[in-house]
């Protein structure tokens, strides 16, 4: 079970940080952000390996910073500089040695003015 948090409204301009966490102990070979906005495809945001590795899309390629955080079986998306667009629902996911996905229940970005 992977629990996402950290979302709600901002203004242009402004940050948020979102966090999942995975309630088992199960290895992750990569962990990631994806998002979907009303009317579109989900989409990758931002991925990260057990290596430390990362992979952005180019829309928020020095905005945003996905990092594994202290806390045990968890790791965080920090956005910054947020627009309009960035408004979607965010979803995390870890990816185990065998190929299985595992999806958190989405938090919502709302980048308004």
């Known amino acids: 079970q992977l629990q996402a948090s950290g979302g709600g409204l901002v203004q242009p301009g402004g940050s948020l940080r979102l966090s999942c966490t995975a309630s088992?102990?199960?290895?992750?070979?990569?962990m990631g952000w994806y998002r979907q906005a009303p009317g579109k495809q989900r989409e990758l945001v931002a991925v990260i390996s057990s290596g430390g590795t990362t992979n952005y899309a180019d829309s928020v390629k020095g905005r945003f910073t996905i990092s594994k955080a202290n806390a045990r079986n968890t790791f965080e998306l920090q956005m910054n500089s947020l627009k309009p667009e960035d408004t979607a629902v965010y979803y995390c996911?870890?990816?185990?040695?065998?190929?299985?996905?595992?999806w958190g229940q989405g938090t919502l970005v709302t980048v308004s003015s």
């Open positions: 088992e102990g199960r290895f992750s070979i990569n």
């Open positions: 996911k870890t990816r185990t040695i065998i190929g299985d996905d595992y």
